[in-house]
Structure formats: C-alpha cells, structure tokens
C-alpha cells in the first residue's frame, strides 16, 4: 500500500498567524488529495484529479484573498511583491490545468509536486517575512490600533 501524504504540516511552518496557519493546514491537505488521487486507476485518477484541482484553485483565491486583506491592513511594506507571486503562481496553475486537460501532460503528479514546492517556499520565505513583521509591529504596540471589524478577525493576530 502506498503512502498517500506527500508532506505533512509542521510546527516549523507556522507564520505565527492562526488565520493564516490554519488555511496553509487546508492546502497541505488539498496537496495531499491531489497525490492520493494520482495513486488511482488512470481514469479514476484524471477525473478525482480534475475535481480536486478545482477545488485547490478556489481555495487558493481564498486564501491569497486572506493574506491580501492583512497586508493592506497592517500596510505591509513588501505587500505589492507579495501579491506579485500571487499573481505569478495562479498563472502558473491555470497554465498547468490547462495543459492537463487538454492531454499535453500525461501524468499529473508533476504538479502534485510543484504545489508541494511552492506552497512551502512561499510559507518559508514570503510568509513567515509577513508573520514576523506583525509580531513587530504588536511587540511594539503598533496594533494597539488595531481594531479587528469582525469577530472572525481576532484569528489575524498573532499565535
């Protein structure tokens, strides 16, 4: 029997965020049902795969959506190169999905592992840099001001 996990959430990938810690939790498993669905038939696998593909997109924009919305609410100062690799990394899996549907990519777990990679780049470099300027800024008393607007934003501050 296979190992159906191709990476597990650590400690050491906390940014320090609830909020964002528990999305980047989502995505790590959203990563490992695309890897159990390559472990499938061929057919069971592309259609499994197609289904969860879609659902990996539209909990991305949620979460770039999240991660957005705290960095112009702390006036982050690396927000536009932030958003950039948003930007960047959605073009690419749209790009990828496409070739994928359209048969120019055989076997989908090359993305399974380009996914993989990039999330825990961007949480080890991008993200933790974001996490580590709003502990700065509450260490500080910089958020003293800030007034979550919704009971739900209490999970944007700090773990």
């Known amino acids: 029997m296979y190992n159906e996990t191709i990476v597990q959430w650590q400690s050491a990938y906390s940014v320090g965020i609830k909020l964002i810690d528990e999305q980047h939790i989502e995505l790590i498993k959203l990563t490992n049902k695309l890897f159990a669905n390559c472990l499938m038939d061929q057919e069971q696998s592309k259609k499994a795969f197609l289904n969860t593909i879609h659902e ?9 959506g999240t991660e957005e919305k705290i960095m112009e609410r702390i006036n982050y100062p ?19 999905v496409e070739d994928y549907t359209a048969g120019k990519v055989r076997t989908p777990l090359a993305f399974v592992y380009f996914l993989r990679d990039w999330v825990l780049n961007h949480i080890a470099y991008s993200d933790k840099r974001m ?12 958020l003293l001001n800030f007034a979550p607007n919704e009971k739900k934003d209490q999970n944007l501050l700090i773990t």
């Open 56 to 64: 990996v997109v539209d909990y991305v924009g949620y979460h770039f």
């Open 131 to 142: 996490g580590g300027y709003l502990l700065a800024l509450k260490r500080s008393g910089a």
């Open 78 to 96: 690396e927000m536009v190169k932030h958003k950039s690799e948003h930007i960047d990394f959605i073009r690419v899996v749209l790009s990828k």
